[in-house]
């Protein structure tokens, strides 16, 4: 697998474990992505193709995943070394998720 620079202004170190269930997560969100490109192709009906657009529930879990797993270690570990900043990074983090 290539690596890409992160476009983010840091890095985070994850476990194989935590990778492990991530990408998996992103590979669940992508066959359903694919199959709903599918039915697109094939002229499906639209409410069959909004029905499971709807379904695809799978990018909030990865996204609560990868939440919890930053507040745990992250957050946390900025905190314990004074860096205050970070909550408000959280919350400024937190706000987009909510739009």
Not at 28 to 44: A, K, L, P, S, T
Not at 53 to 79: G, P, Q, W, Y
Request: proline share 1%.
């Amino acid at each position: 697998m290539e690596q890409q620079t992160c476009a983010c202004h840091e890095k985070k170190v994850r476990s194989e474990q935590e990778v492990k269930s991530l990408i998996h997560r992103l590979n669940r969100i992508e066959g359903q992505i694919r199959g709903i490109r599918g039915m697109v192709e094939r002229d499906c009906y639209c409410p069959d193709i909004l029905v499971q657009s709807a379904a695809v529930t799978a990018m909030n879990a990865f996204s609560k995943e990868l939440l919890a797993s930053h507040i745990r270690t992250c957050v946390a570990d900025d905190i314990r070394a004074g860096n205050d900043a970070v909550i408000d990074e959280l919350l400024a983090t937190l706000q987009k998720l909510m739009k």
